[in-house]
């Protein structure tokens, strides 16, 4: 059926509202998504949308000759997160910007800075998924830096943080549950244990 259409479609995102986690939907300006077709592709674009008073941009292809693939890069200030999908997995990649997750950091006061994402996910499986977070997120008084690795589920890696009020490295222990981390804002999909403080000499 996709192949015979063509032309320009306009569908409303309002319809999507009751699916988006209840942190940013009062945050999300809805607006509609373009699609211009061709027999072979269709690409789309975002209009009149906006996340955090900011515009949310979107501009991806689609194609379905031979299987279905996607990609495409949505953007917001400070934020530029490219995708790919096909038969095979998804890869998203880019900048995370610190305004972005302001929904998810209320009362931590204002962050600057940037997480520098990288997920590879073979047939959309976690348990398969690899990729990295290096994190650069300032306050006024505080900080969270370093880097988190994924490699077929197993999290590593050495994040040092005091957002929340308390300073916090953790190293990987073993996967299997969510981490509540002392700072209010830090989870995580896999157990860390908190390395302990150097001893003084």
């Known amino acids: 059926m996709l192949p015979a259409l063509q032309g320009t479609l306009h569908a ?6 009751p ?3 209840a942190q940013l ?3 999300l300006t809805l607006g509609q998504l373009t699609a ?5 592709r269709a690409t789309l674009t975002l209009d009149h949308t906006q996340y955090l008073q900011q515009p949310l941009g979107l501009n991806a292809q689609l194609t379905w ?3 279905l693939t996607a990609s495409g890069l949505l953007t917001h ?5 490219r995708f790919a999908y096909d038969a095979q997995a998804l890869d998203v990649s880019g900048p995370l910007s610190a305004l972005a997750l302001r929904p998810f950091t209320a009362g931590l006061g204002p962050l600057s800075g ?7 996910l073979p047939n959309l499986s976690l ?13 006024a008084a505080q900080s969270a830096a370093g880097t988190l690795r994924l490699a077929q589920g197993q999290l590593s890696g050495q994040l040092a943080t005091s957002i929340g009020g308390s300073r916090m490295p953790f190293r990987e222990r073993s996967a299997g549950c969510s981490v509540r981390a002392r700072s209010r804002w830090a989870t995580c999909a896999y157990r860390t244990a908190r390395a302990a403080p150097p001893r003084s000499s």
């Open 12 to 17: 409303s995102l309002a319809v999507a509202r």
């Open 19 to 21: 699916f988006l986690p």
């Open 25 to 27: 939907r009062p945050e």
């Open 36 to 40: 211009t077709l061709t027999p072979t």
């Open 65 to 67: 000759t031979n299987g």
């Open 77 to 81: 200030p400070g934020t530029r997160l």
């Open 114 to 120: 940037s997480i520098q994402t990288s997920l590879h």
């Open 127 to 139: 348990e398969q998924a690899s990729g990295s977070a290096r994190f650069d997120l300032r306050s």
